[in-house]
């Protein structure tokens, strides 16, 4: 069994025991339900690629990226230099992530936050909005078709914005763009989680124009950028590059010198 059908065999469990301790209903009580989203596509620049700055303590293929992690301290750099977005990885079990970061962060959020997480079920997405997130990812690869648009109109009747992930061109046909027209391409293969950046280029070249593209994860170097510059992205998703950086503001406003488009 690879490490996705564990992630997502775990993930069915504590779903199925979550529904029965919430209902959808409850989520509407709590702080941030109510709350307006921040839409993403107002903090893209025109002139420069946008980050989207990850807070990620763990990961499958490279166990604990930070040992020295204070989130909220973390968050507060990447509001103050003006990332796009923040990432948040909630999942607790594989990623040492959690759903209290997300709220603890929207208490103080000058940005949209991203709830990263493998979400498969219309709870999670309440749940996600109650905490505070703006935005949440959608993996196709584990998704039918029927699932994204379902999770997906979920989302935005609530008011979040939706990322839709994908890292094959075989989750192409799932995908309804009108729906989802902002696409997350994941250069990590998540059944092996191999890199490659030129997996970004492959699946660019068939989205619609319209389409908001998001390169997510083994983006380390100027030179991946500057590759990644030749492709039709507007937006890169770092985290282990941040994450495992000894100063993190120097490595953030070394990565926004190196995504500036120059004219």
């Given at each position: 069994m690879n490490i996705l059908n564990q992630i997502l065999d775990y993930k069915k469990e504590e779903v199925k025991k979550f529904k029965q301790k919430y209902s959808l209903s409850s989520f509407k009580e709590m702080e941030f339900f109510e709350k307006p989203a921040i839409e993403l596509r107002d903090f893209i620049p025109k002139d420069s690629l946008g980050i989207i700055a990850e807070i990620k303590k763990a990961s499958p293929s490279k166990g604990i990226i930070r040992k020295d992690f204070n989130y909220m301290k973390i968050a507060e750099i990447y509001f103050k230099e003006e990332v796009s977005a923040v990432s948040i990885l909630t999942e607790e079990k594989f990623f040492k992530g959690?759903?209290?970061?997300?709220?603890?962060?929207?208490?103080?959020?000058?940005?949209p936050l991203l709830r990263k997480d493998f979400i498969i079920?219309?709870?999670?997405?309440?749940?996600?909005?109650?905490?505070?997130?703006?935005?949440?990812?959608?993996?196709?690869?584990?998704?039918?078709?029927?699932?994204?648009?379902?999770?997906?109109?979920?989302?935005?009747?609530?008011?979040?914005?939706?990322?839709?992930?994908?890292?094959?061109?075989?989750?192409?046909?799932?995908?309804?763009?009108?729906?989802?027209?902002?696409?997350?391409?994941?250069?990590?293969?998540l059944e092996d989680f191999s890199v490659n950046l030129r997996t970004t280029k492959i699946i660019t070249e068939k989205l619609p124009d319209e389409v908001l593209i998001i390169s997510e994860s083994g983006i380390n170097k100027k030179v991946d950028i500057d590759f990644l510059k030749t492709t039709k992205i507007k937006a890169i998703l770092v985290g282990g590059h941040l994450m495992s950086s000894k100063d993190i503001r120097e490595s953030l406003k070394q990565l926004k010198e190196w995504c500036v488009i120059e004219s």
């Open positions: 959690s759903k209290e970061y997300l709220k603890d962060i929207a208490g103080i959020k000058q940005r079920d219309e709870h999670q997405v309440y749940e996600a909005k109650a905490f505070g997130a703006d935005i949440i990812l959608l993996i196709s690869e584990v998704l039918s078709e029927s699932q994204i648009a379902e999770l997906t109109c979920a989302a935005k009747e609530i008011g979040l914005g939706v990322v839709l992930e994908l890292h094959s061109e075989k989750e192409l046909d799932k995908i309804n763009f009108g729906l989802n027209n902002i696409i997350g391409v994941n250069n990590r293969n």
